[in-house]
């Protein structure tokens, strides 16, 4: 038997279980969009990272390249600047060899200047002295050309260094 209660009940329960169902798909519907739109999002900013990783990657190739370039051009200034350098010393050589003959001959000259048996004494000692200087000349040159090489090398290798390194800080820099 059925009383206006119990329909009451049962009608009530029915709309409340309607309802319910009604709202778990309407979430169940809004969850499913919500994550296809957050999954495009991040679809979205994967790929603007991807870009700018890729972007960034090509400038720093880029940079790089110019790095490689200048290095390359600094190896070829320091090539040339030691092959002149090198032709200089052997300039520099050759007329080294020539005032020491020039010396040695002039030295041999200044024997031979007097014939007389009193100045034989005098004459032997001035030849022996200009012997001495020569030898004292070429030794000093010697010497002096050791310190030029010396220094011409470590001036070279230094300018380059910090040339290497200002385009190095301003290739970061940027």
Not at 161 to 171: D, F, L, S, T, W
């Amino acid at each position: 038997m059925w009383t206006p209660l119990a329909s009451r009940l049962i009608a009530t329960t029915a709309i409340s279980i309607s309802l319910a169902a009604g709202a778990l798909y309407a979430y169940s519907s809004g969850k499913r969009s919500g994550t296809i739109a957050t999954q495009a999002q991040w679809n979205i900013e994967r790929l603007a990272q991807q870009t700018a990783r890729a972007n960034q990657e090509a400038k720093n190739r880029e940079i790089e390249q110019e790095l490689s370039d200048a290095v390359e051009i600094h190896a070829q200034e320091i090539a040339t600047a030691n092959a002149a350098r090198t032709a200089d010393r052997a300039a520099g050589a050759v007329v080294a060899v020539r005032l020491r003959d020039a010396a040695r001959a002039t030295a041999e000259l200044a024997g031979q200047i007097r014939a007389d048996a009193t100045a034989a004494g005098v004459r032997e000692a001035a030849a022996d002295a200009a012997r001495v200087l020569a030898d004292l000349r070429d030794e000093s040159d010697a010497r002096s050309g050791i310190l030029a090489r010396s220094l011409d090398g470590a001036h070279f290798a230094g300018a380059a260094c910090q040339r290497r390194y200002a385009e190095v800080r301003e290739a970061l820099a940027r």
